[in-house]
């Protein structure tokens, strides 16, 4: 078993990964939600023991034990051996209100991991988006890496006879030069995408299968994607969950402005004389105020959950607001480009049809390069897009 354990792992980190088994795995092997697992652990056996009466005191011991004959244990009355029981009796519930406070407690440890899964599958998406647009880079640039070479051969022949054509081969070098830089940022791009997964998940990935697709927030009205917020954002339900559990704090501390009856009773043992049983109600005189003002701190308590769900639910509302525009803003930018791009492709076509009557070689080919150029600038447009939008599925609190 644990072979075929090891065989499966090793599949894993030597084949490509698709994003949704990506995520999958990477929930399960999450080292922080193992641990907020074990913390509920420790709640659920913490609401048991709350539930519980204080433990019972029983003490044991001599009374009168004489200086001069301490072993002697007939001279006076008062001397006696005893076993006394003491037990404390609530007269509230606030054992019960105590375990269900940990009960509400369990459920922001819930809500915690609902939003760390749904940072764990942003943070995976993000790697596939980063390592998926570095990959397109790596093809756009290969391909006209290669294709410069016809150029720069042609400009180093006429630069021999022509001063313009030495400063446009040495213009296109170190135009070269730095796409070949682009292309190492690229390759560091994978690798780190790479990383990242496996600092998410303890997943070794290959290669990425695929890529993330997109939802199209831009053609959703804002008020209905401001609604899923209120409705699934974890980051509120985080909020809501502290709420309830400062709530269940207040009537915690209302239970316990009620004092516990202690009772004990005692059995005394005497020799030569009769034995005696002794019985004793204690309760304590509440006259400090202090338990009212527990209540009060508690309700205070309140007051900051309240305020803190109202900022949350702002930030989360403001920060998707931005992010709509920002997406709406990008799509325009990247339709200008596809719309230059196609102005491009005309020009290039214009320049390759007056080749066969004496048109400039170098220019068709300089062409080529603003081509490029807006290939390179829309693909960057499309990673801006895709981040977007998986910024707005984390703030919309999906997985």
Same mark, same amino acid.
């Given at each position: ?24 795995? &990477? ?52 001397? !006696? ?132 697709? #997109? ?8 008020? &209905? ?111 200008? #480009? ?8 005309? #020009? ?18 300089? #062409? ?21 939008? !998986?910024?707005? &599925? ?6």
């Amino acid at each position: 078993m644990k072979t075929l354990s090891i065989l499966l792992l090793l599949s894993l980190s030597l084949t490509a990964q698709t994003v949704e088994q990506t995520i999958s795995y &990477s929930i399960e092997h999450n080292y922080q939600l193992e641990i907020l697992e074990e913390e509920k652990a420790i709640v659920d056996e913490e609401e048991k023991i709350v539930s519980l009466w204080e433990d019972p005191i029983l003490s044991v011991g001599i009374n009168d034990i004489q200086a001069v004959r301490p072993l002697n244990r007939n001279e006076e009355a008062m001397q !006696n051996q005893y076993a006394v029981y003491t037990q404390s009796i609530p007269l509230s519930n606030k054992f019960k209100v105590a375990s269900q406070v940990q009960e509400k407690q369990k459920g922001v440890i819930e809500k915690k991991q609902e939003a760390l899964k749904v940072s764990i599958a942003s943070a995976v998406r993000q790697a596939f988006i980063e390592a998926n647009n570095a990959s397109t880079t790596l093809m756009i640039l290969d391909d006209y890496i290669e294709f410069l070479e016809t150029p720069m051969a042609l400009l180093m022949s006429l630069s021999a006879v022509e001063k313009d054509s030495l400063d446009r081969y040495i213009k296109t070098e170190l135009l070269q030069k730095g796409y070949q830089l682009q292309r190492e940022n690229a390759l560091q791009r994978i690798a780190i995408a790479k990383e990242q997964i496996e600092l998410i998940g303890n997943l070794k990935i290959a290669h990425f299968d695929g890529g993330v697709a #997109l939802k199209h927030y831009e053609l959703n009205t804002l008020a &209905s994607l401001l609604s899923k917020i209120d409705a699934q954002s974890p980051e509120l339900g985080i909020a809501i969950a502290l709420k309830e559990v400062a709530l269940k704090g207040v009537a915690l501390a209302k239970e316990r402005e009620q004092a516990d009856l202690k009772v004990t009773g005692g059995y005394y043992q005497r020799f030569d004389r009769n034995d005696y049983v002794s019985f004793a109600i204690s309760y304590p005189l509440y006259t400090r105020g202090k338990q009212e003002r527990q209540r009060v701190q508690a309700l205070k308590r309140v007051n900051i959950q309240e305020i803190t769900y109202k900022q949350t639910q702002v930030q989360l509302r403001q920060a998707l607001k931005i992010a709509y525009h920002e997406l709406k803003a990008l799509h325009q930018e990247l339709e200008l #480009l596809k719309q230059s791009r196609e102005k491009i492709l005309k #020009l290039i076509a214009n320049a390759k049809a007056e080749l066969s009557v004496g048109g400039s070689l170098v220019r068709y080919y300089e #062409l080529f390069s603003q081509k490029v150029n807006n290939r390179l600038e829309q693909n960057k447009k499309a990673l801006a897009i895709r981040l977007t939008e !998986n910024k707005m &599925s984390q703030l919309l609190g999906e997985i």
